[in-house]
Structure formats: structure tokens, C-alpha cells
């Protein structure tokens, strides 16, 4: 039997229930959110008041904002009954184990033999929640423990119980990864699972050794931030933002239930620790706890730091370790881990002494709490948002070598680990015809990762290279398909990117069905090489700045009318050129996590890469009988003009980003490389044939460009705009209006790319514009000027 999920019951709207049912709505599932009932007259008060705390918090627990209309809410007195119409329940009220199982046993009188019922408890054992049910649902009955914010987090682990159906777990981990664009890791029933276990155990070994060392909570945080792979929060703020009740509340747990941990002492509770939580500086719950957030004299907004020894705030400190300083100058991760753990310094002291303490640890919780190695990486990775998990960064540093010095510093590894090396073995991982396979204790032999030929990962595909140049990687992916990736800072587009992707095409056309463009990393393209931009701008270099723009427009323009298709595989920031790239794509995959859009606007620019032709196109296509010409070219105007990002890929179908019927949403971002080559392989079987440069678009020159540039004066006029900005909003407009034409117009899309040309150059001359670069150079953001 196929089972088909048409609608969701959540029970329990507090902050991970509401979010829950949120994503469940922002996917398309319509969702029952219920809670217990209000007093008065208002019984859903309690629920209604949740979730819309939860639609107003930011970021957004929804795609767009018209996901809410999916979801209903009630009571759990007067609307119980209706979970006989839902095909999965959710429950996620407060971890009590009486509380829930006096739930489910209300449940039961309800629910539908056959319905799925999971558990979103991140603590209470999975088994003990189904005594007394019957069969029927302790057969469907399973864990599903997300994580907050549920949308954002990728990992969802699935935890059955010796009851549970091997079809339901199979048909959870499919539609989590599938629908709900999760990483679905398979747990066993032990304390805080995987992510839990091993996060909070990293946690407490970095507080025992900020004590060791006597290092200071911001030097722990630059020690243990992005340079080793892991997220800004680090490890200080991520605990202010979990909620410090939470983490030694999870400690406390695998202390008082895992009386054979080898590492139980590490879960003590510091007694600094419980001092916070008995002034219960909790973290951003309570509006303090690791950190502060103050307003100075100046009337800014500042961040303290707790000094653990005194228990007083105090200003921030910038730590100077000579190891990060190194690290700075090394781009790949592992080859930064390597110095790292070779430094000579305290920080290099810190990370071999953290790092022998995690490999030792998650060494020996196989086969307690994963039979499989892999899942504990992927647990880390998408739970925590860990670059790499620990047995990747084992790998990177050497197994063999580490394993060594671990011994001798008194950290022993697993007795399997022995074995693995004694057989010759000296990876976790290894890499065959572009799939990865990972070490399997139990038959010591290397196994293929499940989903292999779902999730295609180009950096796999090193022996399959065909052609590359300083910044870009092109891979042959098999059924004559190729795949572009570059390895730029944030994606960023230069000379070197437009080359391979002009050289990709190319190829793609000689021998080839098409070509993918896709990169991994945390972002596809934050835009143009603005660095370069500048430089030539600032140097008055007017004929290379040409040249570089209209190598960006034939650029774009190649990828347009290739004779195979181009499809693109976005996910992350896809802004400035890499949105222009996309627009001009045959198809486009985006992983539903992908903001996008034209935001040159911002730096004093209009989009010069083809995205300002594109737009006046599209408007023009968009004018229905009877409508005025001018609604879509005032829509798209205001799009750039406002430098709108979507916040989601279904966002980007708004903005007129993506197309409705040719593009498409991809959940699970680790999918959308393989559905870009599908798409490839579709598009090319059935015939495809090359669109023919445009020369029939509608353009309405003075008789629009007067409305804009009333618009635009209104706006600077109530200061909504400063005077550059409305210099740069009137060329805009300039362009998109096919310029100073007395009445309507067709013109070429050369015609356009060479007034969007134009007028991007005479904004290089700016000095504004210039100001504009320049800080985003130094800043990372443009001034307001």
C-alpha cells in the first residue's frame, strides 16, 4: 500500500509544535494544530495566540506567508475527534511522560487504524510512551524528533521502537528527506539520541577545557566558530540560544542514564554553570546568559560577555591566537584542521586536546547509538550545522596518526577503529566512481551511502574531470551529462567563472546532453567579483569595465540560447549575477532554501549582467488584454528598485524570479544536483531545441518612464530615497523603458543589454557608487549615502 500524507494533526502549539505544523503548511500539507482549551469565551486562545507568535518570529517559519491559511486550529476538549481525518499525528506537548501517555490514550479513541503517530520528545525513551496502546498503534507509533527552528534545521531523526513497523520507518525517512527537505537520520532509543548526545558532549568537553586552559568565553568562541567548520554561534552563543536550561538539562539526562559512557564525568554540571541557572540567566529566553545585550551610552547597542569568575558583564574582547591568524590564509577545511591541530600555541593545545576527547568519544558510542558512522556525521551536521562531522574531520587529519597520538595522550580509541587500521583501512570514507562509501564496522568492509544516486556531490567527481581553470571545476556526471561548479569566495562571479561557464557550454554542445551549473558550500553566488568592479571603476579602466559587463551579458546570453540545455541548481544566496545567471536558465532547481534576487540597486548599480534586460522581457510578456501596459513594468521596477531578496525558492515564484511551470522548489537541497540532471536528460530526449534570440519585446518608452520617475521623485522627496538612490532608481527606469522613445517600441534583447550596458558604466563614474563598493569591500554592507 502506498501511503499518502494529505493531512496533519500537531498536538501541542508551543514553540517547536506551531513551527512543526508551520513547515508542514509551508510544504503544502494542510495542517490540525491543536492545544488544550482556554479558559472564557475563546477556547482556542491558547493555540491561536501560538501560532501567531510563531508566524510573526523571525526568520520565517514559512515559505510565504499564505502557507498559515493551511493550517486550522482548535482545542484538545471540543476538536480531538477531527485527528480521524488527518493521516499522521504529531505530538509535541511538554516532556512528560504521564502527560503524554494520558494523551495518546485520548488518541486512540480517535484515530484511524493504520494512521501514523510519532513523538516530537527529544528526551523521554521512545518505547515507554506506547504502554497500553494497542497494536494496531504501537505498529505505527514511532519517534520523529525535530529540531528548532524546524525549518532551518535540517535534521530529523527517526527513532523506532521494537514495535514499530519497518515500513513506517522506511516510509519517514523517505517523506522526511522527499517532502520535508530533511536529513533523516535512523536512532536508536538511547538518551538525547545522536545529535544531542554528541553536540552536548562537545559542549561540556569545551567548558572542561575553558577551565583546563584557562581560556575565556570569546576566545572560545573564535576558537570554535566558522574556522573549524562550525557555525557563527559557536559554542557560547549557540547555548544562549538553545536555552541553558535546556543544555544541563540534556546533560543531566545522559549522566543520571548512561551509566556505562566512558565520558560520564563530562557531563557534571560546572558549578558556574548552575549559578546561571539559578539566577536563571538562561540565555535569550530570559534576555541574558552567556551574553547581554545593552544599550551604551551612545544609544548603541552593545554585547557584553560574562566573566565567569567575577559574574559580571563586561565589554567584548578580540582574541589573538598566531594559529587563526595561519588559518586565515587556508581556504579548505581540512587542510585548515590540519594546521590547527598542529599549532604550537594555546589554540593549537585547545584543539587537539578537543578533538581527541570527540574522536574518542564518538568512536565508542558505536554501536550504542548508531550502528553506522555516517549517521552520526550527517546527525552533527544538519542538527548542529557542523561543516563536517567528526568522523570526516578524523579523516581530514589523518586516522593512523591521530589515533596514535590520542593513545598517548590518553584518549584510546574503540577497539573496532584498531581493527579498521590493523586491516589497512586508513579512511572513514572513500570515494568509487563518484560515490561515497563509508566504513561498516560490523562486516569491516566499506558500504555505499543510502541514497547515493539521489544526492549527487560534485566534489565526488574528481576522477571524472574533464576541464578546469583557477576557479572552476567542470565534472562529467554521467548519462552524458556535465556539471559546473566553482570555488570562489561566497560564489562570487569573475573572469575566470564566466570563462568556465562559456567553456562549459561549449563542451556541453560538442559531446554532451546539457550542462548542470550548481556549487556546494553554503551559498551558490553572492553576485559579480564587486572587488573587481571597483578597481577598474576607481582606476577610471572605462574599456576593461566595458569589456568585463559584456562579458557577464554574453555570458548569461550563451547560457540562453545554448543548442543543449542549461539547467541551474541554486540553493542559498543566489543574488546579483547569480540570480542573472539563473534567470537565463532553461530550468531552474532551486533547493527550497535559495534567496534570491537583483540587489545591485544597493551598491549604487543596476543589474548589468543581463537582469535588467530580462525583467523589462518579462514584463513585457506579462501585459494581459485590457490590463494597462504599464502594471508588470512598474512591478518589476519596484522589484529591482527595492533590491527584494525572496526569503524562500517559493518566494522567488513572487517576485517573478522563477517561472510557474517551468521551474521548481527542490525540499531537500542535497537533491537538487540530481533533479538538475534529470531535468537535463528530460529536456534534451524530448527534442530540444534552441530558443531564438528575442526581437519583438514591447518596451513603452516616455509614456511609462514619466510615471516611474514621478514615483521616484515622490520617494526622494519624503525621504524615502536618498538623492543617489534616486539617481540610480530614474536609469533604471531608463533602460527598462527601452529609453527616451516617443511612443511604444519592439526592440531586440541586444537593444536592452546595450542601454542596461550603458547605463551601468555611467554609474561606475559615480562617486556614490564608489563609496558604495568600496564599503561593501570593507564592510560587507553598502553605506547610505
Request: charged letters at 25%; glycine letters at 10%.
Amino acid at each position: 500500500m502506498k501511503r499518502i500524507i494529505k493531512r496533519v494533526a500537531v498536538l501541542g502549539s508551543g514553540v517547536m509544535g506551531s513551527r512543526i505544523a508551520c513547515h508542514f503548511a509551508g510544504t503544502g500539507i494542510p495542517v490540525l494544530l491543536l492545544d488544550i482549551a482556554a479558559e472564557g469565551a475563546d477556547k482556542n486562545k491558547i493555540v491561536k495566540d501560538a501560532l501567531a507568535a510563531a508566524v510573526k518570529s523571525s526568520p520565517s517559519p514559512v515559505y510565504t506567508k499564505d502557507a498559515v491559511k493551511k493550517i486550522a486550529t482548535g482545542n484538545f476538549d471540543e476538536d480531538l475527534e477531527k485527528i480521524a481525518g488527518c493521516d499522521w499525528v504529531i505530538e509535541v506537548v511538554v516532556e512528560r511522560l504521564d502527560i503524554k501517555q494520558q494523551l495518546f490514550e485520548k488518541v486512540e479513541q480517535y484515530r484511524r487504524p493504520g494512521t501514523l503517530i510519532t513523538s516530537n520528545t527529544s528526551g523521554i525513551p521512545i518505547h515507554l510512551m506506547t504502554a497500553g496502546r494497542s497494536a494496531d498503534f504501537k505498529k505505527h507509533f514511532c519517534g520523529t524528533h525535530f529540531f528548532n527552528p524546524p525549518r532551518y534545521l535540517r535534521l530529523l531523526e527517526i527513532i523506532p521502537t521494537p514495535d514499530t513497523d519497518p515500513e513506517v520507518t522506511d516510509f519517514l525517512m523517505e517523506f522526511g528527506d522527499r517532502i520535508l527537505g530533511k536529513t533523516t537520520v535512523l536512532c536508536k532509543d538511547t538518551p538525547a539520541f545522536i545529535a544531542n548526545r554528541v553536540g552536548v558532549f562537545s559542549i561540556m568537553a569545551v567548558f572542561s577545557l575553558m577551565d583546563q586552559l584557562g581560556l575565556g568565553i570569546d576566545e572560545i568562541e573564535a576558537l570554535t566558530g566558522p574556522v573549524i567548520g562550525r557555525p557563527k554561534s559557536a559554542t557560547f552563543r549557540t547555548a544562549d540560544v538553545v536555552g541553558i536550561d535546556t543544555l544541563v538539562k540534556v546533560a543531566n539526562g545522559v549522566f543520571e542514564n548512561c551509566p556505562g559512557d566512558e565520558a560520564k564525568q563530562l557531563f557534571v554540571i560546572p558549578a558556574w554553570l548552575e549559578q546561571m541557572v539559578t539566577n536563571k540567566w538562561l540565555g535569550d529566553k530570559t534576555g541574558q546568559g552567556f551574553f547581554k545585550k545593552i544599550k551604551n551610552d551612545k544609544g548603541a547597542s552593545e554585547i557584553l560577555t560574562l566573566d565567569l569568575k567575577t559574574f559580571e558583564y563586561g565589554p567584548r574582547v578580540k582574541p589573538k591566537f598566531a594559529s587563526l591568524e595561519a588559518a586565515k590564509l587556508i581556504e579548505s577545511l581540512p587542510a585548515k584542521l590540519k594546521m590547527l591541530l598542529g599549532g604550537q600555541d594555546k589554540a593549537g593545545e585547545f584543539y587537539r586536546q578537543f578533538h581527541y576527547r570527540l574522536f574518542a568519544y564518538v568512536s565508542h558510542r558505536i554501536p550504542e547509538i548508531s550502528d553506522e558512522l555516517y549517521r552520526i556525521d550527517d546527525a552533527m551536521k544538519a542538527g548542529f550545522g557542523w561543516e563536517i562531522g567528526p568522523f570526516e574531520s578524523w579523516d581530514a587529519v589523518g586516522v593512523a596518526k591521530t589515533a596514535a597520538a590520542m593513545k598517548a595522550a590518553g584518549f584510546p580509541v574503540a577497539a573496532w577503529v584498531e581493527e579498521m587500521l590493523a586491516a589497512g583501512h586508513q579512511t572513514f570514507y572513500t570515494i568509487e566512481n563518484g560515490k561515497r562509501k563509508a566504513y561498516d564496522p560490523a562486516t569491516q568492509t566499506y558500504k555505499l551511502l543510502p541514497g547515493s544516486e539521489a544526492f549527487i556531490i560534485l566534489s565526488n567527481y574528481s576522477d571524472q574531470l574533464v576541464w578546469k581553470n583557477n576557479s572552476c571545476r567542470l565534472y562529467d556526471i554521467g548519462d552524458a551529462v556535465l556539471a559546473l561548479q566553482w570555488n570562489t569566495k561566497m560564489g562570487t562571479i569573475g573572469g575566470d567563472v564566466l570563462s568556465g561557464i562559456q567553456t562549459s557550454i561549449e563542451k556541453a554542445e560538442k559531446n554532451f546532453k546539457g550542462l548542470v551549473i550548481a556549487n556546494e558550500g553554503a551559498n551558490f553566488s553572492a553576485g559579480a567579483n564587486v572587488g573587481m568592479i571597483f578597481m577598474l571603476a576607481i582606476e577610471q579602466e572605462y574599456d576593461e569595465l566595458d569589456m568585463a559587463v559584456r562579458l557577464f551579458q554574453n555570458t548569461t546570453m550563451r547560457a540562453r540560447y545554448a543548442s543543449v540545455p542549461v539547467v541551474v541548481a541554486p540553493h542559498g544566496l543566489a543574488l546579483g549575477g547569480g540570480c542573472e545567471l539563473s534567470l537565463h536558465a532553461d530550468k531552474v532547481c532551486a533547493a527550497a532554501e535559495t534567496y534570491t534576487g537583483l540587489v545591485e540597486l544597493g551598491v549604487g548599480l543596476i543589474p548589468g549582467g543581463g537582469g535588467t534586460k530580462e525583467f523589462a522581457l518579462r514584463a513585457a510578456d506579462e501585459v494581459q488584454h485590457g490590463e494597462p501596459d504599464n502594471i508588470p513594468l512598474q512591478n518589476r521596477f519596484l522589484t529591482i528598485a527595492t533590491a527584494k531578496v525572496s526569503t524562500s525558492a517559493a518566494e522567488a515564484f513572487e517576485l517573478g524570479i522563477y517561472r510557474h511551470g517551468t521551474d521548481v522548489v527542490v525540499p531537500n537541497q542535497d537533491r537538487r544536483i540530481a533533479e538538475a540532471k534529470r531535468s537535463v536528460t528530460e529536456l534534451y530526449d524530448s527534442g530540444y531545441v534552441a530558443p531564438v534570440p528575442r526581437t519583438d519585446i514591447r518596451v513603452l518608452g516616455r509614456s511609462a518612464l514619466g510615471a516611474l520617475l514621478a514615483g521616484i521623485n515622490g520617494m526622494q522627496k519624503g525621504n524615502y530615497a536618498t538623492d543617489h538612490d534616486a539617481l540610480v532608481a530614474k536609469k533604471l527606469a531608463y533602460v527598462m523603458c527601452g529609453g527616451d522613445l516617443s511612443e511604444p517600441t519592439l526592440v531586440s534583447e541586444q537593444y536592452l543589454l546595450d542601454l542596461e550596458r550603458q547605463n551601468f558604466l555611467s554609474l561606475c563614474g559615480e562617486r556614490k557608487t564608489l563609496e558604495r563598493l568600496q564599503s561593501v569591500i570593507k564592510t560587507g554592507k553598502p553605506v547610505r549615502n
